[in-house]
């Protein structure tokens, strides 16, 4: 089976759907990428031996002509080589994947829609009406995944998709073995940790406001993993003197999460991004951390209120400071629990190979 692959970065391609690709590879798929060119597209080539067909990348804005280019290459992608099946992901690939006439290409299309972004952000109208038409172009497609219930629910009620054709994954599902728990050490300071895109929506600076509450409180620490950018909705000297007022410790991109994730004992996602499931809660809490994150449909997959971490019914800081001093006045053996039941949860039900057995059964049919 010749196989398409479509993201709108090569790197998300890389860290989240690499296992799937090796699965697909082992039962004789042949595989073809489709991304923007970058180093882990480039990756994928060198260490699986896939081919990649080059897509644009997102533009900071809608330009009309840049959108309709954008479906030309997905076509060509398409039209080139010749898949049997189509695997999109991310909200741009997944609307725009319905302008390619695949019918007539006798190409069958598996959309994961992994959260809407800001796709249908009422603010937007203009986006949010183009996107709920191209999202309904596709609802007799071959097969969509959601990733949590709200999006499902959404997807259904607006016509995203036909119940006899959709069904729910856990996210991108996380590798047991290479996210695998520690020990906490007691006798250091607790340590908060957050990775995420330095976008607003993404709460960056929420989680800075957080640790200005406690920057004179020397047994906790906050570490910030991610990229400073254009995106970042401040400037960089406006972001560097945050840093140094709050006692963040900033530690800009690292390419393995792992050792951060392992020596902390809670990760913070105070994101108000529509998103379908944030990896890094399920990579956090493989990691045997405790969660806290503002109340919204992806974050509560990954978090039992209460037992593996709390959510924010009210996204504010105020309401993180009282979870976070409930958690610094925890015994021991209490943060302990709250970390064996995050790796718990996640083994129960998040596991990367649930989400590759639905991917091989879909196509076996």
Excluded at 42 to 71: Q, S, T
Excluded at 85 to 102: E, G
Excluded at 124 to 134: E, G, P
Excluded at 319 to 346: D, G, L, P, T, W
């Amino acid at each position: 089976m010749r196989i398409l692959i479509i993201a709108n970065t090569g790197w998300y391609l890389y860290k989240f759907r690499y296992n799937l690709i090796q699965a697909l590879l082992e039962r004789g798929s042949e595989i073809c990428i489709s991304s923007p060119k970058d180093e882990y597209a480039m990756r994928l080539v060198d260490e699986l031996g896939v081919k990649w067909h080059p897509i644009p990348a997102n533009p900071r804005r809608i330009v009309p002509h840049l959108e309709l280019f954008f479906v030309y290459k997905l076509f060509l992608a398409c039209q080139q080589f010749k898949p049997d099946m189509c695997l999109t992901y991310t909200p741009r690939v997944n609307c725009y994947i319905t302008l390619v006439p695949l019918k007539l290409l006798s190409i069958r299309l598996i959309r994961n829609i992994s959260g809407v972004g800001d796709s249908l952000d009422s603010e937007k109208k203009l986006q949010s009406m183009l996107a709920k038409f191209l999202y309904r172009r596709a609802r007799n497609t071959h097969w969509t995944f959601f990733q949590n219930d709200r999006d499902m629910q959404l997807g259904l009620a607006e016509g995203f998709s036909n119940k006899e054709n959709t069904s729910l994954l856990p996210g991108s599902g996380v590798d047991l073995e290479q996210f695998n728990a520690q020990p906490r050490d007691d006798t250091k300071p607790l340590r908060f940790m957050m990775a995420a895109r330095l976008i607003p929506a993404k709460g960056y600076l929420d989680f800075i406001e957080l640790a200005l509450q406690y920057a004179s409180n020397s047994s906790l620490e906050f570490h910030l993993v991610g990229t400073f950018s254009e995106e970042s909705g401040i400037s960089r000297e406006e972001f560097d003197a945050l840093i140094n007022a709050s006692g963040v410790v900033y530690h800009g991109y690292t390419e393995d999460l792992v050792p951060f994730y392992q020596q902390s004992d809670m990760f913070v996602l105070p994101s108000s991004y529509g998103e379908g499931l944030p990896r890094v809660l399920l990579e956090a809490a493989a990691c045997g951390c405790a969660l806290l994150a503002y109340d919204n449909a992806g974050s509560n997959r990954a978090i039992n209120h209460g037992v593996n971490g709390w959510t924010c019914k009210e996204p504010t800081v105020a309401a993180m400071v009282k979870m976070v001093s409930e958690f610094s006045n925890a015994s021991h053996s209490e943060r302990q629990a709250m970390s064996i039941a995050s790796r718990q949860h996640v083994e129960n039900g998040f596991s990367e190979q649930i989400v590759i057995d639905s991917y091989l059964d879909l196509l076996g049919k």
